[in-house]
């Protein structure tokens, strides 16, 4: 079982940053591919961006492209997303996700164990 736990949302004004984290409880997240995904009220939840599980590889959704940066820190079973240039559509609750053994997908059905999201609120 895998625990994941996100932090680092809150209120930002458009054009501002911020950085969320999602920490792992788990001795081998070397065997996960991560993503984030969010979900704004009364919409989908949709995909924002996916890394291997080295961190070669990463994903983006075309809406944050060139703005949002995934990154993963192995020796601290974390992974980042780093946000810049906020709009207000990017107002949304932020999940991290886990797929065991994938090579990191912009498809939520791929993903084993999710966190408990952490809300980002961009004001203009």
């Known amino acids: 079982q895998v625990q994941l736990v996100e932090s680092g949302g809150g209120l930002v004004q458009a054009g501002g940053s911020l950085r969320l984290s999602c920490a792992a409880s788990v ?5 996960y591919a991560m993503g984030w995904f969010r979900q704004a009220p009364g919409k989908e939840r949709e995909f924002v961006a996916a890394v291997s599980w080295s961190g070669s ?3 983006y959704a075309s809406s944050v492209k060139g703005r949002f940066a995934i990154s993963r820190d192995n020796a601290k079973n974390t992974v980042y997303l780093q946000m810049n240039s906020l709009k207000p559509e990017d107002m949304a609750v932020y999940y991290c996700a886990a797929d065991t053994f994938g090579p990191g997908s912009s498809r939520a059905v791929d993903y084993d164990y999710w966190g408990q999201g952490t809300q980002v609120t961009v004001s203009s």
């Open 57 to 59: 590889s990463t994903y």
């Open 27 to 31: 001795s081998t997240f070397k065997s």
